[in-house]
C-alpha cells in the first residue's frame, strides 16, 4: 500500500527506529518526555487551560470579578432568541460566501495567467509583485481603507467628483445598506498570496506531457483551463475552500477597526460580538458561548477538511 | 524576453492592470506620505516635489515605541516556538516511549482550535495570574498560539531525515541530547527558517490578543499602536506624517522580504499543510 492510501494515524506514527535494548528503552522514555515537557508547560497554561474553560464557562453568567454562576443552557437559548447573533450570522454567511468565491476566483486566474507566461524570468517577476503585499501588517492595510472610504477626504469620494458623480458618492461606510458591501471590498481585487501561491505550485505539478499534448492537439485556452487545470488542482482549491472559510469565520479585526458593528448592526459578525459582549458589556459568560457557535463552525469545517481533503499541499519556491 | 513579452500581451496587460490595483493603496500611501498638507489638498493624486522627509521624523518619534515592542514579543516568540517546538518535534519523531501516539494526536487537536475560543478564557486567566498588561504575559501567550503548528511542522520535518543518522549517533552512545543539538538542530535549518518566518508574520499581524491583554500604551506592539497613532494624527489632520508612519510600519518586513525572498514565499505557505 503507498503511503499516501494509508489512514493518516498510521501515517503519522510510523516510526522506523531499530531494536533497542531495554536501557535505551528506559532512558529513552525519560528524554522523551522530558523534551515535551517545555512545550507542554505552553500548551497546557495558556492553551488547553483557557480552551477547557471557554468550554465550561460558556454555561455560566460571569462578569469577571465575582465568582461564576452556573445556568445551565441560558446563555445559548438567550443567544437563540437574539436577533443580533442572527443578523451576525447572517453577515458572516454572506461575506464568506461572496469573499471565499472571489479569494479563490481571482487567485486561481491570475495563477494560470502568470503560468502560461513564456518567460519564467517575468512568471517570477510577477508573483514577487503579487506577494509583496504580505510585508504591510493588515492593519495598515484596514487603515488606508478607511481613509479611502472617508466622506470628505477619501479617494473613492475624489475619485467620483473628477469622473463627475460627486452628487451620488455614496457614504461607503455610513450607509447600512452598503457598509457590509464596502468592509468586503477592502483588499480588492483579491489576489490573495498564499491563494496565489498554492494554486501556481499546484499548476506547475501538472506534468509537462499533458500540457505538451493539449499543445499539440491545438486546445484552444478554455477548453484547456476546465478540461486540464480546473480538474487538477482541484485539491488545492478544497484545500483553499475550507482554508478561507475558517479565516472568514474568525474575522474581527477589520468590521472591528472599519465600523465598530455599525451604522447599527448592519456589520456585526459572530466574532465581533463576542468580542463586544465580553470587553464591552462584561458579558464573560454570554461572549464565551458566541466563541463557542464559532469554534463549532470552525470544527465542522475542519472535519470536512479532515474527512474529504487531503492534508498536504507542498510548496517549493 | 521582449520578444516573449509581446506575444504574451494581453497577459501582460491584465496582470499589470491587476498589479497596479492591489498595490495602489500602498502606491497612496507611499505617495502621501511626503506631503505636505497644503501639497495633500491641493495635488491629492499626483507626486508632489519637494518631498517632506520630515513627516517621518515627525512619524518616528510616535510610532518607534510601538515597533520596538513588537519586535521584541516577535523575536521572543518565534525564538521560544522554534526551540520548545523542535525540541518536541524531536521526541515526537524519534524517540521511543509509552503513550506517544495519544500525545501526538492531542497536540494535533489543538490545530482545530480557534484563536477566537480561548480569547477570552486568556484574558481573564491573564488577570488571574497577574499577567495582563505585561509583556512576559504576552510573550507566552504569543508563543502557546502558535506552538502546535510549529510542533507538528518540525515532526514532520525531523521524521523524513535518514534514519542512517540516528543509527551511527546510536553507535557512537550519543544521548538523547546530544543527537537534538549536534544533529537534529543543525539539519533543521531550513525548517526553523520557514516556520519561524511563519511565526513572525502571525504574530506581527495579530491585534486581537494584544488590544486585550494590553492595556498601557507604553507596552503597545504596533498593530495596537497604530490605531493609538492615527486617532492621534486624524485629529490633527496630520495626514503626510499619519502616511509616513503607516510606511515605517511596513518597513521592517518589507526588508526581510528583500533580503530573504525564497524563504519568505516558502513560510508564507507553510500554513497549506495546516489542518
Given at each position: 500500500?503507498?503511503?499516501?492510501q494509508?489512514?493518516?494515524?498510521?501515517?503519522?506514527?510510523t516510526?522506523?527506529d531499530?531494536r533497542?535494548?531495554?536501557?535505551?528503552?528506559?532512558?529513552?522514555?525519560?528524554?522523551?518526555?522530558?523534551?515535551?515537557?517545555?512545550?507542554?508547560?505552553l500548551?497546557?497554561?495558556?492553551?488547553?487551560?483557557?480552551?477547557?474553560?471557554?468550554?465550561?464557562?460558556?454555561?455560566?453568567?460571569?462578569?469577571?470579578?465575582?465568582?461564576?454562576i452556573?445556568?445551565?443552557?441560558?446563555?445559548?437559548i438567550?443567544?437563540?432568541?437574539?436577533?443580533v447573533?442572527?443578523?451576525?450570522?447572517?453577515?458572516?454567511?454572506?461575506?464568506?460566501?461572496v469573499?471565499?468565491?472571489?479569494e479563490?476566483?481571482?487567485?486561481?486566474f491570475?495563477?494560470v495567467l502568470?503560468?502560461?507566461?513564456r518567460?519564467k524570468?517575468?512568471?517570477?517577476?510577477?508573483?514577487v509583485?503579487?506577494?509583496?503585499?504580505?510585508?504591510?501588517?493588515?492593519?495598515?492595510?484596514?487603515?488606508?481603507?478607511?481613509?479611502?472610504?472617508d466622506?470628505?477626504?477619501?479617494?473613492?469620494?475624489?475619485?467620483?467628483?473628477?469622473?463627475g458623480?460627486?452628487?451620488?458618492t455614496?457614504?461607503?461606510?455610513g450607509?447600512?445598506n452598503?457598509?457590509?458591501?464596502?468592509?468586503?471590498?477592502?483588499?480588492?481585487?483579491?489576489?490573495?498570496?498564499?491563494?496565489?501561491?498554492?494554486?501556481?505550485?499546484?499548476?506547475?505539478?501538472?506534468?509537462?506531457?499533458?500540457?505538451?499534448s493539449?499543445?499539440?492537439?491545438?486546445?484552444?485556452r478554455t477548453?484547456r483551463?476546465?478540461?486540464?487545470?480546473?480538474?487538477?488542482v482541484?485539491?488545492?482549491?478544497?484545500?483553499?475552500?475550507i482554508?478561507?472559510?475558517?479565516q472568514?469565520?474568525?474575522?474581527v479585526?477589520l468590521?472591528?477597526?472599519?465600523?465598530?458593528?455599525?451604522?447599527g448592526?448592519?456589520?456585526?459578525?459572530?466574532?465581533?460580538?463576542?468580542?463586544?459582549?465580553?470587553?464591552?458589556n462584561?458579558?464573560?459568560?454570554?461572549?464565551?458561548?458566541?466563541?463557542?457557535?464559532?469554534?463549532?463552525?470552525?470544527l465542522?469545517?475542519?472535519?470536512?477538511q479532515?474527512?474529504?481533503?487531503r492534508p498536504?499541499?507542498?510548496y517549493?519556491a | 524576453m521582449?520578444?516573449?513579452?509581446r506575444?504574451?500581451l494581453?497577459?501582460?496587460?491584465?496582470?499589470?492592470?491587476?498589479?497596479?490595483?492591489?498595490?495602489?493603496?500602498?502606491?497612496?500611501m507611499?505617495?502621501t506620505s511626503?506631503?505636505?498638507?497644503?501639497e495633500?489638498?491641493?495635488?491629492?493624486f499626483?507626486?508632489?516635489?519637494?518631498?517632506?522627509?520630515?513627516n517621518?521624523?515627525?512619524?518616528?518619534?510616535?510610532?518607534?515605541?510601538y515597533?520596538?515592542?513588537?519586535?521584541l514579543?516577535?523575536?521572543?516568540?518565534?525564538?521560544?516556538?522554534?526551540?520548545?517546538?523542535?525540541?518536541?518535534?524531536?521526541?515526537?519523531?524519534r524517540?521511543?516511549?509509552?503513550?506517544?501516539?495519544?500525545?501526538?494526536?492531542?497536540?494535533?487537536?489543538?490545530?482545530?482550535?480557534?484563536?477566537?475560543?480561548?480569547?477570552?478564557?486568556?484574558?481573564?486567566?491573564?488577570?488571574g495570574l497577574?499577567?495582563?498588561n505585561?509583556r512576559?504575559?504576552?510573550?507566552?501567550?504569543?508563543a502557546?498560539?502558535?506552538?502546535a503548528?510549529?510542533i507538528?511542522?518540525?515532526?514532520?520535518?525531523?521524521?523524513s531525515?535518514?534514519?542512517e543518522?540516528?543509527?551511527?549517533?546510536?553507535?557512537?552512545?550519543y544521548?538523547?541530547?546530544?543527537?537534538?543539538l549536534n544533529?537534529?538542530?543543525p539539519?533543521?535549518?531550513p525548517i526553523?527558517?520557514?516556520?519561524s518566518?511563519?511565526?513572525?508574520?502571525?504574530i506581527?499581524?495579530?491585534?486581537?490578543l494584544?488590544?486585550v491583554?494590553?492595556n498601557?500604551?507604553?507596552?503597545?506592539?504596533?498593530?495596537v499602536?497604530?490605531m493609538?497613532f492615527?486617532?492621534q494624527?486624524?485629529?490633527?489632520?496630520?495626514?503626510?506624517?499619519?502616511?509616513?508612519g503607516?510606511?515605517?510600519?511596513?518597513?521592517?518586513?518589507?526588508?526581510?522580504?528583500?533580503?530573504t525572498m525564497?524563504?519568505?514565499?516558502?513560510?508564507l505557505?507553510?500554513?497549506?499543510?495546516?489542518?
Open positions: 500500500m503507498s503511503n499516501r494509508r489512514p493518516l494515524t498510521t501515517r503519522l506514527f516510526t522506523s531499530a533497542l535494548s531495554l536501557s535505551r528503552l528506559k532512558y529513552q522514555w525519560k528524554s522523551g518526555y522530558g523534551m515535551l515537557l517545555p512545550a507542554f508547560v500548551l497546557i497554561m495558556f492553551m488547553y487551560y483557557p480552551a477547557l474553560s471557554a468550554i465550561v464557562l460558556s454555561f455560566s453568567s460571569w462578569d469577571g470579578f465575582n465568582s461564576p452556573f445556568n445551565g443552557l441560558r446563555n445559548y438567550t443567544l437563540v432568541k437574539d436577533p447573533f442572527w443578523i451576525s450570522i447572517r453577515n458572516v454567511a454572506v461575506w464568506a460566501a469573499k471565499t468565491t472571489l479563490i476566483a481571482v487567485p486561481l491570475v495563477a502568470i503560468y502560461h507566461l518567460s524570468r517575468m512568471q517570477y517577476i510577477y508573483r509583485i503579487f506577494v509583496v503585499p504580505v510585508v504591510v501588517p493588515d492593519i495598515v492595510l484596514y487603515l488606508i481603507w478607511s481613509f479611502f472610504f466622506p470628505n477626504i477619501g479617494v473613492l469620494g475624489h475619485l467620483f467628483s473628477v469622473l458623480l460627486s452628487g451620488v455614496p457614504n461607503w461606510l450607509d447600512p452598503i457598509a457590509l458591501f464596502a468592509l468586503m471590498s477592502v483588499g480588492f481585487p483579491f489576489v490573495v498570496p498564499f491563494n496565489l501561491l498554492i494554486f501556481f505550485a499546484g499548476l506547475q505539478a501538472i506534468p509537462e506531457e499533458v500540457m505538451e493539449a499543445r499539440i492537439e491545438g486546445v484552444g477548453r483551463f476546465f478540461q486540464i487545470e480546473l480538474p487538477l482541484m485539491g488545492q482549491m478544497k484545500l483553499l475552500l482554508l478561507t472559510m475558517i472568514l469565520l474568525q474575522n479585526t468590521p472591528l477597526v472599519l465600523t465598530n458593528g455599525g451604522p448592526y448592519s456589520t456585526y459578525v459572530p466574532g465581533l460580538l463576542m468580542y463586544l459582549l465580553a470587553f464591552q462584561g458579558q464573560f459568560g454570554l461572549g464565551m458561548a458566541v466563541s463557542m457557535v464559532i469554534f463549532i463552525l470552525v465542522s469545517l475542519t472535519w470536512i479532515f474527512r474529504y481533503i498536504g499541499t507542498e517549493t | 521582449w520578444k516573449d513579452f506575444k504574451d494581453p497577459s501582460h496587460s491584465f496582470l499589470i492592470v491587476a498589479a497596479l490595483i492591489a498595490l495602489y493603496p500602498f502606491i497612496y507611499i505617495m511626503f506631503k505636505s498638507n497644503v495633500f489638498y491641493h495635488n491629492y499626483g507626486i508632489s516635489l519637494p518631498l517632506h522627509f520630515d517621518y521624523v515627525v512619524a518616528w518619534q510616535a510610532i518607534s515605541p515597533l520596538l515592542n513588537s519586535a514579543f516577535a523575536a521572543s516568540g518565534v525564538i521560544i516556538m522554534a526551540l520548545t517546538g523542535s525540541l518536541a518535534g524531536y521526541s515526537f519523531a524517540l521511543r516511549y509509552r503513550g506517544k501516539p495519544v500525545i501526538f494526536m492531542v497536540v494535533i487537536s489543538l490545530l482545530m482550535i480557534p484563536g477566537l475560543l480561548t480569547l477570552i478564557p486568556l484574558f481573564l486567566e491573564m488577570k497577574r499577567l495582563l505585561s512576559i504575559g504576552m510573550i507566552l501567550a504569543f502557546a498560539g502558535g506552538q503548528f510549529t507538528f511542522v518540525f515532526r514532520q520535518s525531523i521524521a531525515l535518514p534514519e543518522l540516528f543509527e551511527a549517533a546510536r553507535i557512537d552512545g544521548s538523547e541530547v546530544r543527537v537534538y544533529i537534529v538542530l539539519l533543521s535549518k526553523i527558517g520557514t516556520v518566518i511563519f511565526n513572525l508574520l502571525s506581527w499581524n495579530n491585534y486581537l494584544p488590544l491583554l494590553i498601557s500604551q507604553g507596552k503597545y506592539p504596533l498593530t499602536g497604530l493609538a492615527r486617532g494624527f486624524v485629529y490633527n489632520a496630520q495626514y503626510g506624517p499619519m502616511f509616513a503607516y510606511t515605517i510600519a511596513s518597513l521592517p518586513l518589507l526588508l526581510l522580504f528583500l533580503f525564497r524563504l519568505f514565499m516558502r513560510g505557505t507553510a500554513g497549506s499543510i495546516k489542518m
